[in-house]
């Protein structure tokens, strides 16, 4: 698929199958197994085309046709609240 990763130059990928999850409009599908090339060293994951709209259309059976999964689970959700961290002291202050 890639001859070097676009995220840290690596030339070396291997052939892995991976969780994907697709999103769309606050929608989730988890899809396990899925095949992608993946970089030897930062880890970042290429899919085919074609791997993407098989699971947009298996996303559209499910939330829009109301085809059955195999699976559900529950996901807990939160937002995230920055804290304020009060000024550290550095070495040497």
Known sequence: MRKICHFCGNKNFRQVNVQYT?????K?????EVPCEQ???CGEQYFKADTIKAIEQEFDQIYVHGKKTKEE???????FIEVDVPNQVRAGD
């Open 22 to 26: 697709y999103t769309h409009d606050d």
């Open 39 to 41: 970089c030897e060293y």
């Open 73 to 79: 689970i529950r996901v807990p959700v939160e937002r």
């Open 28 to 32: 989730y599908l988890i899809v396990n």
